[in-house]
């Protein structure tokens, strides 16, 4: 497992945007599958997005696509996140697992295979 720290999640208005980061102390997330997940209050997590190392594929939920879009470096994970809407509030967390055989195409069936966890950003879209 690998600690995972997300950062970029804050206030903004319906309408505009946000990038959240996800990063791991002293590693490279070279060798990962990363997912970034969203829960709001009185609702089931959701996966948002997905970037795997092992075939450069991507995925986005229908909710967010066209709006969010995924980015990696060597240590990095980035969601930018445009045209935010209300119903975009939720604490987003990002999650690893090895990505090994790992395609982000069947993101939906891997979901609770992501084994690491970072402790979630709030992000909060509001007038």
């Known amino acids: 497992q690998v600690q995972l720290v997300e950062s970029g999640g804050g206030l903004v208005q319906p309408g505009g945007s946000l990038r959240l980061s996800c990063g791991a102390s002293?590693?490279?997330?070279?060798?990962?599958?990363i997912g970034w997940f969203r829960q709001a209050p009185g609702k089931e997590r959701e996966g948002v997005s997905c970037?795997?190392?092992?075939?450069?594929s991507t995925y986005y939920a229908d909710s967010v696509k066209g709006r969010f879009t995924i980015s990696r470096d060597k240590k990095m994970v980035y969601l930018q996140m445009n045209s935010l809407k209300p119903e975009d509030t939720a604490v987003y967390y990002c999650a690893a697992r090895p990505a090994i055989a790992t395609t982000c195409s069947i993101f939906p069936s891997l979901r609770d295979s992501f084994d690491s966890w970072g402790q979630g950003t709030q992000v909060t879209v509001s007038s």
């Open positions: 970037s795997s190392s092992s075939d450069g």
């Open positions: 002293g590693l490279t997330l070279d060798y990962y599958a």
